[in-house]
């Protein structure tokens, strides 16, 4: 079904009244971001990079027409003490790393291996959402507002795809300030029934264009580029829930409420990309091989810098991204797919970059296990198995007495030339030797995954004896292991 042209709106499934649906009021609800994350994918080797120029920095921005906003996370099982001692820091201290593209990269990636992870997620259907939470409403009457939806144009991403509209939930009077919200409140879910749909062209006249047309009960959004428009869409709200499940029903009758809103819609060109680092991380980060990478965050930006967020872009996997190493290496994504579990690049010690057709996003330093020559390592107690339990710290260049718990645990960072390493570590990249099986030992208790480093390392069983253990990260150090001991007794509970 085509629409009528009314002055400079399109209207679909309006009555001859639909140029009155010019005004609208109200809060201003922008739209979500959508995505999905894609599949598994393995590495090929060889292959020259194409001409992909930037900073070797640990993040930079990219003139890349390209990107939502991404985060990927490491994969690596940390569990144990690591967690209840401090885990991961926010990402958002991974800022003071951020570094400007430009430089050119003089690094040779050609004879190394490189990994392709396509542009996945995207939603096949966009939305002009509209946020049904109206905290400091009352009243479901004359429900009008505005909303703002950006879509991103650029290659990769379509000028025509299918548009719905509407919004899954209504809530009324849920705000904190508002004294009745314990009683009269209002939360239901349901469904949009659209009614009418205009379209306004062109309202920054720049003589851009768009149009929605409904076909077979989709509706359809065409444009031809960058600019400003405008989309009223009316209709009603319909609730397929009990309100009094989650609040007492306001005293409206029947829910069944008519909406209208008016989205602004901006058709925008990113013009950068910048990324940050994982959290934590030296400048280039030194990852461990084998090991998932801590964590990306991708924002696309306009011209202006100004980070944006289309409707129709994922912000999961909303690009390319080109993985390349030094030399020959296997590359493949996490156990969930690159958007949740980052890349696992295994090799030889040597520089790993991630890149889109538009510069470099983010490079880093890999490193195998025997280039590891430090390392911090701390050791705890603790009444119970558990990482929630209290952690007592142990000196241990002297024989600590355990008082508060027959439970020995320890945490460590690995460095690397005295950088520490980025990747979390793993139970499995440092050994426990128990000296002492008699007094300690490693007891699985059911439930309980927190052994190794960081995480529990030892019980004892000999309430009287002294335990003595050592930690070690086989293969570090050239080949000659850096180890750390640890004797420590049991001081019964009084």
């Not at 000028?159 to 009683?183: C, H, I, P, W």
């Not at 602004?264 to 990324?275: C, D, E, K, N, Y």
């Not at 520089?351 to 330093?365: I, K, N």
Request: glycine share 12%.
């Amino acid at each position: 079904m085509r629409g009528r042209q009314l002055g400079r709106w399109v209207c679909l499934g309006c009555a001859s009244g639909c140029v009155a649906l010019l005004g609208c009021s109200g809060a201003n609800n922008p739209s979500p971001t959508r995505g999905a994350a894609g599949g598994a994918a393995t590495s090929t080797t060889g292959g020259a990079p194409g001409s992909l120029h930037s900073a070797p920095s640990s993040a930079g921005s990219a003139g890349a027409p390209q990107a939502g906003s991404t985060s990927a996370s490491g994969n690596s099982s940390t569990g144990g003490v690591g967690a209840a001692a401090g885990g991961a820091s926010s990402a958002a201290s991974g800022a003071a790393n951020a570094g400007a593209a430009g430089m050119a990269d003089t690094r040779d990636f050609s004879h190394g291996s490189r990994l392709v992870i396509p542009q996945t997620g995207l939603d096949p259907v966009a939305s002009i959402y509209l946020n049904g939470s109206f905290p400091d409403r009352t009243s479901v009457d004359d429900i009008d507002v505005t909303t703002a939806t950006t879509f991103a144009d650029g290659p990769g991403y379509p000028r025509q795809f299918e548009v719905s509209f509407g919004m899954s939930y209504l809530s009324l009077n849920t705000s904190d300030a508002n004294a009745a919200f314990s009683t009269r409140c209002l939360s239901l879910t349901g469904m949009f029934e659209v009614a009418t749909v205009a379209v306004k062209e062109d309202t920054g006249g720049t003589g851009a264009h768009l149009s929605i047309e409904q076909t077979d009960g989709h509706y359809i959004l065409t444009h031809d580029g960058p600019g400003e428009h405008q989309v009223r869409v009316t209709g009603t709200f319909r609730a397929t829930n009990d309100a009094t499940q989650t609040c007492p029903l306001l005293a409206m009758g029947p829910v069944a409420v008519p909406i209208a809103y008016t989205s602004t819609i901006s058709i925008r060109t990113p013009a950068t990309l910048t990324a940050l680092p994982p959290s934590d991380c030296a400048t280039p980060p030194v990852m461990l091989s084998g090991h998932s990478f801590a964590g990306l965050r991708i924002t696309m930006r306009d011209d202006t810098g100004q980070a944006i967020y289309p409707a129709n872009a994922s912000t999961l996997a909303p690009f390319d991204v080109t993985v390349e190493t030094e030399k020959p290496a296997q590359i493949v994504e996490g156990n969930e797919g690159y958007a949740s579990s980052g890349i696992v690049v295994t090799g030889e010690t040597q520089m790993v970059r991630l890149t889109t057709r538009m510069g470099t996003l983010f490079s880093y330093q890999l490193a195998d296990a025997s280039a590891i020559d430090g390392w911090e390592l701390k050791w705890f107690s603790s009444p119970v198995q558990d990482i929630k339990s209290p952690l007592n710290p142990l000196d241990a260049s002297v024989t600590p007495a355990v008082a508060s718990g027959k439970e020995l645990a320890a945490t460590a960072k690995l460095k690397v030339g005295g950088v520490p390493v980025c990747t979390p570590i793993v139970a499995a990249d440092v050994k426990t030797t128990l000296l002492t099986k008699s007094v300690c030992d490693i007891q699985y208790e059911f439930g309980n995954f927190s052994f190794g480093v960081p995480g529990f390392v030892a019980t004892f069983l000999d309430p009287a004896g002294t335990c003595q253990l050592e930690l070690s990260v086989p293969g570090s150090n050239h080949g000659q292991d850096l180890s750390a001991p640890l004797t420590a007794i049991l001081q019964p509970a009084l």
